[in-house]
Each structure stands twice: as C-alpha cells, then as structure tokens.
C-alpha cells in the first residue's frame, strides 16, 4: 500500500506577511509542491488570518491541478466558506488565538454536540471530513460516531520524543482501522523522524509543512518535497 504526502502552504504566506505584499505566493508555492510530487495541498485559513488569506485559498481552491485539504475550525464562518469553495477535503481542528501553532487534537467527545452539524453539512456537499485528534481512543470512537470519514492523528508529541508516543500512534492507527476510518497523521514530522510514522502500514497520508518550507530556504522547495516523499514511500517498502 502506498502513501500520500499533503504539503501544508501556510508558512510561505507567514514569510510573504512578515513584510507584505505579494511575494512569496502560496498559490505558486502550492503548483510547485504539486509539481514535485505532493498529492495534496492543506491550508488552514484561521480566525485572525495570520498566515493564509481568504484570496490565497479562494486561488489554491479553484486549481484543476490541485487537491486541497482546508484546515478550520469548525465555526459558522469557517463552514460557510468551505461550503462556497467546495475543497475536497476539510480537516476540523482546535484553534485558539493565542497559540502559536495547533497544540493538540480536537475534542471529538466533548465537543460532540457542536460538531455534529458542520461535519454533517460539510459531509452533505460531498466534502471529506476529517478530524485531527490525539490517538486517545475515545476521541477515535467519537470521531466514528460523528460521521467522520478520516481521522488524522496528531504526531506532536511523537515529534517531540516522548516515550511510548509511538506504540499509542500506532495503536491509534489500528483502532482506526477497526472503526471503518481512513487514517492521516501529521504535525512535527521532519526527515529524521518521518520513517517510523510512515512505516505505520494503516496510514495512508501524512501532512506536513513548516519542516519542508523552512527546509526549502536552504533546498528549494521541488528537491525537499520529492526527497520527504522518498523517504515515506522507502519507509513503506
């Protein structure tokens, strides 16, 4: 079985933002991802806007040659557009202002009641619907029970090298695969410490982007994109 790569754009729009105007371009960034052999492209458009803008998705959403995953949180605003945009797929996260980047996985169980409508009506618009989680099975069994179709399970603290974080992805990713559910991971995966995670044979797409842009500062991006696909697909052997 073989394994996707989803390249997240939204920190060429944090380098384009730190002085402005329009250079560098996540829509370009996104075509040369895609060029390099990325199998999708993932942009989270936030609250306050800090990195992607609504014009940046609006261009990677109309693409033919691009398939995007829209990171949101699952506000009447954030459904709203993806209702308009028809991405094909929507990962539903936890955001809070204050963060610098998304710290752990949604509460599927707790937030049961406020979930159930945006995965329902994403769903209803032919959208895939995921849901990024910790890989605590009682978030898995409520992803299950709220529709979802995908779950991906959150890699941080994997990537941060605390122990036993592994066997519970891998757990996670069996537990998925009983629950009738496609499972993705992301979030701190660089080359060093990608092996293992896509080595997990019931993962089928991982998600990863501040390591592969701030890596093609040095690299460019089309040779770090097809080097980390390298890496996934030997990992899979």
């Known amino acids: 079985m073989t394994i996707r790569l989803g390249v997240n754009v939204d920190h060429v729009a944090t380098i384009r933002n730190a002085r402005g105007g329009a250079h560098p371009d996540p829509f370009a960034a996104a075509l040369v991802a895609v060029g ?31 398939r995007l995953n829209m990171e949101m949180a699952a506000t009447d605003e954030m459904v709203g557009i993806a209702l308009r945009l028809r991405p094909a797929a929507c990962c539903l996260v936890p955001e809070r ?6 710290e752990g996985g949604l509460d599927a169980a707790g937030q049961a009641n406020a979930l159930e409508t945006p995965i329902r009506s994403l769903r209803q618009a032919g959208i895939r619907v995921s849901l990024f989680l910790d890989p605590d099975p009682v978030q898995l069994e409520a992803a299950a029970r709220l529709g979802a179709e995908v779950v991906e399970l959150h890699t941080g603290s994997y990537a941060e090298g605390r122990d036993g ?7 996670g990713a069996a537990t998925l695969r009983g629950l009738g559910l496609e499972c993705h991971a992301g979030h701190g995966l660089t080359y ?11 993962v089928m797409e ?5 390591f592969l842009v701030g890596q093609s500062v040095m690299d460019g991006l089309p040779g770090v994109v097809k080097r980390m ?9």
């Open 165 to 171: 974080e592994l066997e519970r992805l891998r757990t």
């Open 97 to 102: 202002r204050a963060e610098v980047t998304t």
């Open 206 to 210: 991982l998600n990863i982007g501040h």
């Open 36 to 66: 390099a052999g990325a199998d999708g492209i993932t942009v989270h458009l936030r609250e306050d806007r800090r990195h992607i803008k609504d014009t940046d998705l609006e261009r990677i959403a109309s693409s033919p040659e691009i």
């Open 229 to 237: 696909k390298a890496i996934m697909l030997a990992a899979r052997g």
């Open 192 to 202: 060093a410490n990608v092996s293992p995670v896509a080595a997990i044979p019931e």
